[in-house]
């Protein structure tokens, strides 16, 4: 258990409202990562950071912005929610063992913009 | 620029068949890790199997083995004696070791029937 938790884990939002998903991690990971998942789509990488303020854009980071103040949170703000950022997004964080590396995700969170 | 594609959108299996799910990737960093994760409806994310790019031999986990040809960049998943349980959705993905830009492919959705 990788101590990751995702807050909240649903949330109904209107459009043009600001809207922040927090990931909260308990064990100093290092890499930290935010995905959307959408049928036909996969899990896309919106943002994903490799260090307090270390931050850098995925492939669908537009309308998305994140924030990395401490090692152990990473938020993801979607500054004005559009119906298109009606998704589940969930965020991950990688761990090198003595196994190898493995990516641990959190809950989800299921955001509904109407 | 770093992607996974994953071609088949849906497969089946009958129970105790083979099934091999296929995934191609492209990075230009030389050394990274592939992995399978699979999805099942409870939307957690279940590590399968990795792979470090820089072993040449092929990675096995009980019934779940992959055929990794790096020089075509290919990083097939094969499932033998396919059970029920195996039934989800599965991501392939890779890690480049820099950054850990973890990207994820599109998903194959696998049902195993009776």
């Known amino acids: 258990d990788a101590g990751i938790t995702q807050s909240p884990r649903h949330k109904v939002t209107e459009t043009g409202t600001p809207v922040t998903l927090r990931c909260h991690q308990t064990e100093n990971h290092r890499y930290m990562y935010w995905y959307r998942q959408d049928p036909g789509h996969g899990l896309r990488l919106i943002h994903y950071?490799?260090?307090?303020?270390?931050?850098d854009k995925g492939e669908v980071s537009d309308g998305y912005s994140v924030s990395r103040s401490k090692t152990e949170d990473f938020l993801l703000t979607l500054e004005s929610a559009t119906s298109s950022q009606t998704s589940v997004y969930f965020c991950a964080i990688s761990e090198s063992t003595r196994g190898g590396t493995e990516a641990f995700f959190g809950q989800g969170t299921r955001l509904t913009v109407v | 620029a770093q992607t996974v594609t994953q071609s088949q959108p849906e497969m089946s299996v009958q129970e105790a068949e083979t099934v091999t799910l296929s995934c191609t990737y492209d990075?230009?960093?030389?050394?990274?890790?592939l992995f399978w994760y699979k999805q099942p409806p409870s939307r957690q994310m279940i590590l399968v199997i990795r792979?470090?790019?820089?072993?040449?031999q092929n990675a096995t986990e009980n019934r779940f083995s992959v055929n990794f040809q790096k020089a075509a960049k290919s990083f097939s998943l094969k499932i033998s004696d396919s059970q029920l349980g195996d039934t989800a959705m599965y991501f392939c993905a890779s890690l480049n070791t820099g950054f850990q830009k973890l990207v994820f492919g599109t998903g194959t959705r696998l049902l195993v029937s009776p």
């Open positions: 792979q470090e790019a820089y072993k040449q």
């Open positions: 990075t230009s960093e030389n050394n990274y890790y």
């Open positions: 950071s490799y260090g307090v303020k270390d931050t």
